[in-house]
């Protein structure tokens, strides 16, 4: 059927995302419906990997249009199928409606949440079925691989990495050309490559993204990345928990080896590279590099003292070159289009764009990939629709549970590694939680911190015993225990970790404390002094509801529902709340018809 | 090796490029704390007791895990630094259960020192106060006790176990605060594929890893006026003990141990020296027969109880290599109950035997249930050296100033091979020297098999070559066996001891150990050995005088039945 000419292709996402809200049912509901009105010839249906609207999906896009279709289940594919591909009639009802005009849209080029993204890493997610090596090779794919491997030499493809400006995307921003070039300077008999998958921050997604809808731009981009640094070996360390992306690169794997891309003489170069694929059971820190290792070794994952740095003494104690997806995932681009095309985009220290995943309390939830240098507002305003239900915006935490939180003052902050970390978060690998104000900062602190001091290897001293000391500190501050002199312990805890932690886990971890004492400390105050969690989060802390008595008409509907029975009185007479026994839940405050109940 | 040009502390020093600012630091006298660091072992850089501040940057670095650079400006003392150390060892102490009085590490612990030098107050800890971890103490034993609530999770016992030793009896399990280091599926102590070695509570810091006590039980014995104590000190004491007193290493005191047992009142006291010439005896007739074809080479040696369990896990087809004859320990205990008795007339009923031992696996090897030669249990109890060493502090007895005295008779009595069985490549030395003589008559020159983990030497004896090695440490022990196993060694006589640098390095000595240490000790017995009038095991009167009158014969009937023992093949985990 690969030959054949369609009138039509729909897309369908079949990310995880997708999947998980239907897009497997819709598929095979089209299929049918197709099948029922004899246009299973003249209309193709191409799996696709993310879009990066999740928020939105099952997500199908109908071309030759390009016709969006948001949010579409199995009920729909039957009008889909009359109206807009035998009628050639847009369905507008499942079309996108941007939230802040309630204007409905119909290319997908027009939404916002697209227009203001560049795609490099993502530039195929979406567009091409993963599983099919030809529909990469037909964009171009493996162009950037043939050209290395036919035309360059080792030291030129390294200086063209470092010509790009590209930092290491899975949080550190090392200058990837540097790494290559330490790497391509050891000398050893065996050298190994290895793409760090092990996507741990909770809510990135973006790694598994694009390996599950574009596979093979990874192979590329480590095949680059082998032949400059001289390995004949590579490992993908993937997520167990990742099964689809781990299920298409292994397919994306076997057809490359069947198309002489992968194993022996590739392009018939002489050069040689066979990848493998390792599982990771899930440990936040084997995202470390030499942690990572340790895993790939059969060892326990905990991190090993650097230097010797992976360059020198890496796998097996051989040289090793370790970047992350994203990293390898704009290999290709910069060397099809060349150093000076990747500078052209973002700004003068972070060069090229980022791929974050944008979730918490904003509209459009999903995957964006932006120029470096975009400005938070941008990205969480214009991309990302606003904040939901009129709310209030309060911070954004960027950096994964390592990162820091920022204020509205830095709204205007240009995304970059460097203004970033003066601003006391980090890229990290690029997640990005927006908070309103029903968010209490304490709260999220102690949220992340949780994260990290659960996950920690337990092999330092201050990042085991350190984060413990803060997370109960935190507790008790949310619990209303809070003591005097607990915001300075924190401080003092947080830097010290900080600065005599083995690695980057307790070198970052206290970072969503740190930085919420620096731009909310009137939050923790308020929690310590006043006995009062401003957000009303922290229910230790929150007040008991009462019932306003002349509103009140005695319907009994509140009582019905408290958990604890504290609402007591007689129908048709204004009822009560008992402060002593009331939990401060709020269930009750929605049921009353006539907005009689609110919080003391 | 190119040289490196850094400051430190304001003084400058010239070191390795490889060196770490730690080891660039000894160099010039600056001392800097350390915990999880030990210079046997591998990096682990987990402690971070030893940051110090790089003056350019500002940053404070683990000094064990940072190489040094030229040109690089260390500070170790600035009160960023130390203040660095402290709250990490204030972050331990924070859970750790701190009851330092009843510890067996009080007074001889790294962690205890390190809180007291870094100038650690009680509000310093009480400050991060929160949940502490609680697990069970492991005392199944028979030799080890584990008390993880003192862990502090420095792994030296982890990586002796695993690089040194070649177990892995103990690893990390668990993440963040409820990290813990403990056997395979925390199988307790007793059913696991450990060799009770020791190794690892010879370099645990606190008191997370002991020996099992057998203090009291001894106490005990030697207050009962019905019993009749017979003690056995094991060669390498002499040569350990007088650490505990402040004494340099390698010092020998055999003369002030011998008047130290006496005063408390033990009735006997001999020599595991003595018993170590009879096992030359009984082991050099097992090694001479395997020489003339009944039986097959290599022989390997028996005396170490560490080797013989991990040989029963790991190596069970060559258990038939392994000589039948039991350690010494075992041979003279067996005696203590016959021999003795039938010398001097005691009721052997009321005779309890006490060995003070450099090992801990000793502890397990009176145990084996297929030990005992005479009707009753041969060793009632063991002694480590470090035990040892309490009781007499507890008895208020001031070691360094008592007068030399010598063994009581009988058995007391030993050559300079027994002496030397107390390092490695000793039983070796010990062993062709007697079986050289026996075959030709003429005397063996030193083999000096030296220190090295394994090693080999030839020995013309006669028209016959014999190919003699030695391997100490088990991870050594394994390398060298599995060439026996492939069929790749030709050697005919093979020494196995379970500890680096055999029991000089055993996991009863003197803490805190190091193979600089174990070397001197090793030294001190070998001048025993130089300088002693007999050193050869077949002329220790005491041992002629047992055969003629008692045993009979090497290898005879009696000798067999009290001498001489079997193994068991044990699973490998």
């Not at chain 1, 990469?136 to 080792?154: C, F, P, R, S, W």
């Not at chain 1, 050891?186 to 996507?199: G, H």
Request: glycine share 10%; with cysteine.
């Amino acid at each position: 059927m690969k030959d054949s000419i369609y009138r039509s292709h729909v897309l369908i996402c079949t990310g995880t995302g997708c999947v998980s809200s239907g897009a497997k049912t819709l598929k095979d509901s089209l299929a049918e419906e197709l099948a029922a009105n004899d246009l299973s010839g003249e209309i193709k249906i191409v799996e696709t990997g993310c879009h990066g609207f999740c928020e939105k999906g099952p997500i199908m896009i109908v071309y030759p249009e390009g016709v969006f279709y948001c949010e579409v289940q199995s009920d729909d594919v039957a009008e889909i199928v009359e109206e807009h591909l035998l009628k050639g009639r847009t369905v507008e009802r499942l079309l996108f409606k941007e939230p802040m005009t309630e204007e409905q849209i119909p290319s997908y080029q027009d939404i916002d949440f697209y227009k203001k993204q560049q795609r490099i890493a993502l530039a195929n997610c979406g567009k091409i079925d993963p599983e099919d090596i030809d529909e990469y090779i037909a964009l171009g794919g493996y162009e950037a691989a043939g050209k290395v491997l036919t035309e360059m030499d080792a030291q030129e493809v390294v200086n063209t990495i470092k010509d790009s400006g590209l930092r290491g995307r899975g949080g550190g921003g090392f200058p990837t050309g540097l790494k290559w070039q330490f790497a391509k300077n050891s000398e050893s008999d065996k050298k190994y490559l290895i793409c760090n998958a092990d996507e741990g921050d909770p809510g990135a997604f973006m790694d598994r993204s694009i390996l599950e809808g574009d596979p093979h731009r990874i192979i590329e981009g480590m095949l680059v990345a082998a032949y400059a640094i001289g390995a004949d070996e590579g490992y993908v360390y993937v997520r167990a928990e990742y099964p689809l992306a781990i299920k298409r690169l292994e397919k994306a794997i076997e057809d490359a080896e069947e198309y002489g891309l992968l194993g022996d003489d590739i392009f018939s170069s002489g050069f040689n590279f066979k990848l493998h694929i390792k599982k990771g059971a899930g440990a936040f820190v084997c995202g470390e590099e030499t942690a990572l290792m340790n895993s790939i070794e059969g060892k326990r994952g905990m991190p090993t003292p650097r230097p010797p740095y992976p360059a020198v003494r890496g796998l097996w104690g051989k040289p090793t070159n370790i970047n992350n997806v994203e990293t390898y995932a704009n290999i290709p681009y910069i060397i099809n289009e060349g150093a000076d095309k990747f500078t052209a985009i973002g700004t003068e220290g972070s060069s090229g764009t980022k791929v974050f995943a944008l979730t918490g309390k904003i509209n459009n939830t999903g995957l964006v990939e932006v120029p470096m240098g975009t400005t938070l507002k941008e990205v969480i305003f214009e991309i990302g629709g606003g904040l939901g239900q009129g709310k209030k915006f309060k911070a954004v935490q960027t950096g994964g549970p390592s990162g820091g939180c920022l204020p509205e003052d830095y709204l205007d902050l240009p995304i970059d590694y460097d203004s970033l970390l003066d601003a006391g978060t980090m890229m990290g690998s690029g997640g990005m939680v927006v908070m309103d104000e029903d968010s209490c900062m304490v709260d999220v602190a102690r949220f992340f911190l949780n994260f990290t001091q659960s996950e920690s290897c337990g092999k330092c001293t201050p990042c085991r015993e350190g984060t413990k000391r803060m997370l109960e500190i935190l507790n008790r501050i949310t619990d209303g225990e809070g003591k005097e002199g607990d915001i300075d312990l924190l401080l003092e805890l947080g830097e010290h970790i900080k600065s005599t932690s083995l690695c980057g886990l307790g070198q970052s971890a206290p970072n969503p404390v740190l930085s919420t004492v620096r731009y909310f400390r009137d939050e923790y105050e308020a929690h310590i002094h006043d006995g009062n969690c401003p957000a009303g989060v922290c229910e230790d802390l929150a007040g008991a509801y009462v019932i306003d008595e002349e509103a009140c008409i005695g319907c009994s509907k509140c009582a019905k529902v408290c958990p604890v029975d504290a609402i007591s009185g007689e129908i048709k007479n204004p009822f009560t709340i008992d402060p002593d026994v009331c939990i401060a839940c709020g269930a009750c405050e929605p049921e009353c018809p006539v907005d009689a109940i609110s919080q003391g | 090796m190119s040289k490196v040009k850094l400051t430190i502390d304001e003084q400058t020093v010239e070191v390795d490029e490889d060196s770490s600012i730690l080891e660039a630091a000894k160099e010039i006298g600056v001392d800097i704390p350390i915990l999880c660091y030990h210079p046997d072992l591998s990096l682990h850089g987990a402690c971070r007791v030893c940051v110090v501040e790089d003056e350019e940057s500002g940053k404070l670095l683990a000094s064990c895990a940072s190489p040094v650079r030229d040109g690089m400006k260390i500070n170790t003392r600035s009160m960023k630094a130390r203040k660095a150390r402290r709250r990490n060892v204030e972050l331990l102490l924070a859970n750790h259960p701190n009851d330092c009085l009843g510890c067996d590490r009080n007074n001889h612990c790294e962690l205890q020192d390190l809180t007291y030098e870094l100038g650690i107050k009680s509000e310093d800890v009480e400050k991060f106060a929160g949940e502490q971890s609680e697990y069970e103490i492991d005392e199944t034993g028979p030799a080890l006790r584990r008390d993880p609530n003192k862990c502090v999770l420095c792994g030296r016992c982890v990586r002796i176990c695993e690089e040194v030793q070649g177990v892995s009896a103990l690893q990390f399990t668990e993440r963040g605060f409820n990290s813990i280091v403990t056997t395979a599926f925390d199988l307790p102590q007793a059913e696991i594929n450990c060799v009770n070695c020791g190794q690892c509570a010879t370099v645990c810091p606190v008191g997370a890893i002991t020996e099992i006590s057998e203090i009291d039980k001894v106490w005990a014995a030697l207050e009962d006026e019905d019993k009749h104590v017979l003690v056995q000190t094991a060669p390498s004491i002499q040569a350990t003990l007088g650490e505990e007193f402040g004494m340099e290493t390698g010092t020998v005191v055999r003369g002030k141990m011998v008047a130290a047992l006496r005063k408390l009142g033990f009735d006997q006291v001999f020599s595991t020296d003595f018993a170590a010439d009879l096992t030359i005896l009984e082991e050099g007739s097992e090694f001479l027969k395997k020489l003339n074809g009944e039986g097959e080479l290599p022989h390997i040696t028996s005396c170490c109880p560490g080797w013989v369990k991990g040989a029963e896990h790991n190596f069970p087809d060559l258990l038939k290599h392994v000589s039948s004859a039991k350690s010494p320990m075992q041979m003279f205990s067996a005696l203590s109950k016959t021999y003795y008795p039938d010398q001097t007339g005691v009721d052997p009923e009321k005779i309890y035997t006490v060995a003070v031992m450099p090992c801990t696996a000793k502890k397990f090897e009176k145990d084996r249930e297929e030990i005992n030669g005479s009707d009753f249990k041969d060793t009632d109890a063991v002694l480590t050296t470090r035990e040892f060493a309490r009781m007499i502090k507890e008895m208020g007895i001031d070691f360094t100033s008592l007068p030399e005295e010598d063994f009581d008779e009988l058995m007391g009595e030993s050559t300079g091979a027994g002496t030397i069985f107390g390092t490695t490549g000793g039983v070796a030395e010990a062993a062709v020297r007697t079986v050289k003589e026996k075959l030709t008559g003429e005397p063996l020159e030193r083999l000096n098999l030296g220190f090295r983990g394994i090693n080999e030497a030839e020995v013309r004896i006669g028209d016959r070559v014999i190919k003699v090695g030695i391997a100490n440490g088990f991870g050594n022990a394994q390398k060298l066996l599995e060439k026996v196993r492939s069929g790749e060694s030709d050697l005919d006589f093979i020494e196995i001891m379970a500890c680096p640098h055999g029991c000089v390095g055993g996991g009863g000595q003197p803490r805190p150990a190091t193979n600089e240490k174990k070397e001197k000790r090793g030294q001190g017995l070998a001048a025993i050995d130089d300088t002693s009038k007999i050193r050869k095991s077949h002329e220790n009167p005491q041992i002629i005088k047992l055969y003629d009158e008692f045993l009979g014969e090497p290898l005879g009937g009696e000798s067999h039945h009290l001498l001489h023992t079997k193994y068991k093949a044990r699973p490998k985990n």
